[in-house]
């Protein structure tokens, strides 16, 4: 964040001072929070991790995009155009990033608090999610509500072990478990989720007795 330069930093105040509206999109990090708290007081700024864009726009019409060559000169070169189509295009971008950044605030309690920020990961690896959802499973402390909408859904909660995993929770954690299900008109298919519901249930009893 290159704010921190006095001559940026005091353009800044005499824009604030007229009343010009200022947002930042920035990472904010334990390095430089202190620093985002001070900015605060004259900018919106908003956090985004990992973002390496690089640019300004002014008005909606005038953009200026910034080249670093070295931490010591890091504006040592920039590109200004007031080019309608390229200013409409990184505003764009802009807003984008802005909708897609959290609230500064937000961001300075994940720290100071030591609280992991939420994410959103789409994952495609079969085996590594089968492991995380087991895991959420496992790790349950007071509530699972599961939706299986067919007997398969169920042959497959039950294939990868998660109707024993739901079991234990509930017995040995005194988790409070609820599965939605359709109701089956099939006569047969209720018969056969039943037995398997009941032989897992047997077998965890079982397990335990082998235990003691």
Same mark, same amino acid.
């Given at each position: 964040?290159?704010?921190?330069?006095?001559? /940026?930093?005091?353009?800044?105040? *005499?824009?604030?001072?007229?009343?010009?509206?200022?947002? /930042? *999109?920035?990472?904010?990090?334990?390095?430089?929070?202190?620093?985002?708290?001070?900015?605060?007081?004259?900018?919106?700024?908003?956090?985004?991790?990992?973002?390496?864009?690089?640019?300004?726009?002014?008005?909606?019409?005038?953009?200026?995009?910034?080249?670093?060559?070295?931490?010591?000169?890091?504006?040592?070169?920039?590109?200004?155009?007031?080019?309608?189509?390229?200013?409409?295009?990184?505003?764009?971008?802009?807003?984008?990033?802005?909708?897609?950044?959290?609230?500064?605030?937000?961001?300075?309690?994940?720290?100071?608090?030591?609280?992991?920020?939420?994410?959103?990961?789409? *994952?495609?690896?079969?085996?590594?999610?089968?492991?995380?959802?087991?895991?959420?499973?496992?790790?349950?402390?007071?509530?699972?509500?599961?939706?299986?909408?067919?007997?398969?859904?169920?042959?497959?909660?039950?294939?990868?072990?998660?109707?024993?995993?739901?079991?234990?929770?509930?017995?040995?954690?005194?988790?409070?478990?609820?599965?939605?299900?359709?109701?089956?008109?099939?006569?047969?298919?209720?018969?056969?989720?039943?037995?398997?519901?009941?032989?897992?249930?047997?077998?965890?009893?079982?397990?335990?007795?082998?235990?003691?």
């Amino acid at each position: 964040m290159y704010a921190t330069l006095e001559p /940026i930093w005091n353009a800044f105040i *005499i824009l604030n001072n007229k009343g010009i509206k200022i947002r /930042i *999109i920035t990472e904010v990090t334990p390095a430089n929070i202190l620093y985002c708290k001070k900015l605060m007081g004259i900018v919106q700024l908003r956090h985004m991790g990992g973002d390496r864009n690089n640019f300004g726009v002014a008005d909606r019409r005038q953009i200026f995009l910034l080249t670093i060559s070295s931490e010591t000169q890091p504006l040592s070169r920039a590109i200004f155009s007031s080019f309608k189509g390229l200013a409409e295009a990184q505003q764009h971008l802009f807003e984008t990033l802005w909708s897609k950044s959290i609230p500064v605030e937000q961001r300075i309690r994940e720290i100071e608090e030591g609280i992991a920020p939420d994410t959103i990961e789409v *994952i495609y690896d079969h085996s590594k999610v089968r492991a995380l959802y087991l895991d959420l499973v496992n790790n349950a402390r007071s509530e699972i509500m599961l939706i299986l909408p067919t007997v398969n859904a169920f042959n497959r909660q039950q294939k990868i072990n998660a109707i024993l995993c739901l079991n234990k929770s509930a017995r040995e954690r005194n988790v409070d478990v609820r599965v939605l299900m359709p109701l089956l008109s099939d006569t047969k298919e209720r018969a056969i989720i039943k037995e398997k519901i009941v032989e897992t249930i047997k077998g965890k009893q079982q397990e335990n007795d082998n235990k003691e």
